[in-house]
């Protein structure tokens, strides 16, 4: 039973210290020239379905939950937005080339499709983030007209 308590302890203070690491905030308070939203004629409701479901992890500027102050879920967080701001930053779209614009837009035409993005350990806490049928097919028919225009 002592050999619990001393178990039980040590794992509390590795909670505790870790707590005291910080990490990286995604956070701008500016829109750069180059975003997705001031480049492209973007109607409104898929302006604000990309807000809610693409923005955090695929731009300069992440609205964070309050549960991102609790390690290692900050470190969670931390990653998975590195790793969606270097497929995708929707604040350096014009900074792309058109070739590479039309390939990420075929791209997210076909993870919408498959119901890749947004991933699912976003939506199981941002159910609002989720695309409905017809949120979807508004928004890839869309995107199929942008990169048709490219």
């Known amino acids: 039973m002592k050999i619990v308590k001393i178990i039980a302890i040590i794992l509390l203070v590795a909670f505790v210290g870790i707590q005291f690491i910080p990490t990286t905030r995604n956070q701008s308070d500016t829109v750069p020239s180059t975003d997705f939203m001031l480049v492209n004629n973007v109607p409104e409701t898929i302006q604000k379905k990309l807000q809610v479901s693409c923005?955090?992890?695929?731009?300069?500027n992440t609205q964070y939950p309050w549960y991102n102050?609790?390690?290692p879920?900050?470190?969670f967080l931390e990653d998975h937005i590195k790793e969606g701001k270097a497929e995708l930053n929707f604040n350096e779209w014009d900074s792309l080339s058109s070739r590479r614009k039309a390939s990420k837009l075929r791209s997210i035409i076909k993870q919408i499709e498959n119901d890749e993005m947004p991933l699912d350990s976003y939506t199981l806490i941002h159910?609002?983030?989720t695309f409905t049928e017809a949120e979807a097919e508004e928004l890839?028919?869309?995107i199929t007209q942008l990169k048709d225009s490219l």
Request: net charge negative; glycine share 0%.
């Open 55 to 60: 923005y955090d992890c695929h731009s300069n």
């Open 69 to 71: 102050k609790i390690q």
């Open 73 to 75: 879920v900050a470190w």
């Open 127 to 129: 159910s609002e983030a």
């Open 140 to 142: 890839i028919n869309f």
